[in-house]
């Protein structure tokens, strides 16, 4: 199993273009969450998704910010207009229930905001 | 509400041992425990739920006071490899509600 892919590894942009990350889970995992890890607020949820639909989006900082998942194998997360503030390592995670449920993390997207 | 964890950071000998301690003010369910190494993801290491056994993953083990929402996570000779940095998550119910990861604790073990 190839684990949860992200795209771009990198990201670097400059304020108030709009930022596009990629996430494909583990295939057979019903659920799909977005983090951010920064130092001042650590590991944050964003949204979760459970068989593609948008479960909880309390997370999400602004209107700035959407995601979709069109299908189980494909999700985005989307910054228009990005800002300095974005700045931030990006997790997509998977795991096969939301109850207890251990999560496999992607390998993040590192975004930089200039 | 984010559970408090400390140590912030610990230096370690190899073959040393440490505790790593996660708590919470609301009643908890579960207790999850994650490492990162730095420029890595995170990885899962163990689930403690309400009312189970203390877990152990070879010199790893953990576990979890329900009446004080507290979990210790216990490294025993420690070894290079376990460097990193270790994040608790908890959650308060059965459905995955309000799970929230720790501050996380920097864990650096020296030759």
């Known amino acids: 199993d190839a684990g949860v892919i992200q795209s771009p590894r990198h990201e670097v942009t400059e304020m108030g273009q709009e930022v596009t990350l990629r996430c494909k889970p583990i295939?057979?995992?019903?659920?799909l969450f977005w983090y951010r890890q920064t130092m001042m607020r650590g590991l944050e949820l964003l949204i979760y998704?459970?068989?593609?639909?948008?479960?909880?989006d309390s997370g999400m900082p602004e209107d700035r910010f959407s995601a979709k998942m069109p299908n189980a194998s494909f999700s985005t997360l989307k910054i228009q207009p990005s800002e300095p503030r974005d700045s931030a390592v990006y997790f997509c995670?998977?795991?096969?229930?939301?109850?207890?449920?251990?999560?496999?993390f992607g390998s993040g997207t590192q975004l930089s905001v200039l | 509400q984010q559970p408090v964890q400390s140590p912030q950071a610990v230096i370690l000998r190899e073959g040393e041992d440490a505790v790593i301690n996660c708590s919470s003010s609301?009643?908890?369910?579960?207790v999850h425990w994650y490492r990162q190494k730095h420029g890595e993801a995170p990885v899962f290491l163990m689930i403690?739920?309400?009312?189970?056994e203390q877990k152990g993953h070879e010199k790893i083990s953990a576990s979890f006071n329900e009446k004080k929402q507290q979990s210790s996570l216990y490294l025993t000779a420690s070894q290079l490899s376990y460097s990193g940095t270790y994040f608790c998550?908890?959650?308060?119910?059965?459905?995955?509600?309000?799970?929230?990861f720790g501050p996380g604790t920097r864990l650096s073990v020296l030759p």
């Open positions: 995670a998977s795991s096969l229930f939301v109850t207890n449920e251990k999560l496999f």
């Open positions: 295939s057979g995992h019903d659920y």
């Open positions: 998704f459970n068989n593609n639909v948008p479960i909880d």
């Open positions: 609301k009643a908890l369910y579960s």
């Open positions: 403690l739920l309400k009312g189970g």
């Open positions: 998550g908890t959650g308060v119910d059965n459905y995955g509600q309000n799970f929230v």
